[in-house]
């Protein structure tokens, strides 16, 4: 099955630092990845729409200075979390689009990184 | 848009029992929905979709039912087990897009 790989899993930074955090679609290939942030006890809100060898597309409200997505390859999408602050402290999760035998669009995620700026 | 609740509804349910879970979203655009099962500290995982020119879809131990009148979407699972305790959440997507939006999402605990 499709299999979308998350790194780090966990980063721990200082103030005004920044983070990149790498999503891999290790057996398919992905045009399209997305980056969703999810604070305790919360659901899933999206961010961006990050899409191989163009801009990503930001969810309003969501900084594209501050959070920076690269989708260079079918894939690798990276996140950048520039000038980290405390607020920015979370559960980043990526995901990928993968087609199902069936001919379904399943949206595959990885297992999450855990941010926490000091 | 985006989900965001300050907490998440619990559903406790004795073990062996059936669970119901329940979600209602928001675009009646909406053509596709997958129901998603988080357990603490990892990433969602997939456990039974449907799509939109369907009413009811039937997994191993699960069952989804969509009511398109009311928009409204519920998981079921049959003989609840210890390991079915996470939080469930159900995305939807919108017709001529990829965009997932999750729903605020529902605790599962299961009772010994």
């Known amino acids: 099955g499709a299999v979308v790989s998350q790194h780090p899993s966990w980063v721990i930074c200082k103030s005004g630092t920044s983070v990149k955090i790498e999503c891999r679609s290790l057996?398919?290939?992905?045009?399209?990845m997305f980056w969703y942030r999810q604070f305790p006890k919360q659901s899933l809100m999206l961010m961006a729409t990050s899409n191989e060898g163009s801009k990503a597309t930001y969810e309003q409200g969501v900084e594209k200075d501050k959070f920076l997505i690269n989708h260079a390859s079918l894939t690798l999408s990276t996140l950048t979390v520039t000038s980290a602050h405390p607020e920015d402290s979370s559960f980043y999760i990526c995901?990928?689009?993968?087609?199902?035998?069936?001919?379904?669009?399943?949206?595959?995620f990885g297992a999450g990184s855990r941010l926490t700026v000091l | 848009g985006e989900s965001v609740g300050l907490h998440l509804p619990t559903l406790s349910v004795q073990e062996g029992d059936n669970s119901i879970i329940n979600c209602a979203y928001s675009?009646?655009?909406?053509?596709?929905f997958i129901w998603y099962k988080q357990e603490s500290g990892k990433g969602p995982q997939f456990i039974i979709d449907?799509?939109?020119?369907?009413d009811k879809r039937q997994g191993q131990r699960v069952t989804v039912l969509l009511n398109k009148t009311v928009k409204h979407l519920s998981l079921q699972i049959a003989a609840t087990q210890p390991g079915d305790s996470a939080v469930y959440f159900c995305a939807e997507k919108t017709s001529g897009t990829y965009k997932y939006i999750f729903g605020t999402g529902t605790r599962l605990k299961v009772l010994a």
């Open positions: 057996d398919f290939q992905a045009t399209t």
């Open positions: 449907i799509r939109s020119n369907m």
């Open positions: 995901s990928a689009r993968a087609v199902t035998s069936s001919g379904a669009n399943v949206l595959t």
């Open positions: 675009n009646s655009a909406s053509d596709y």
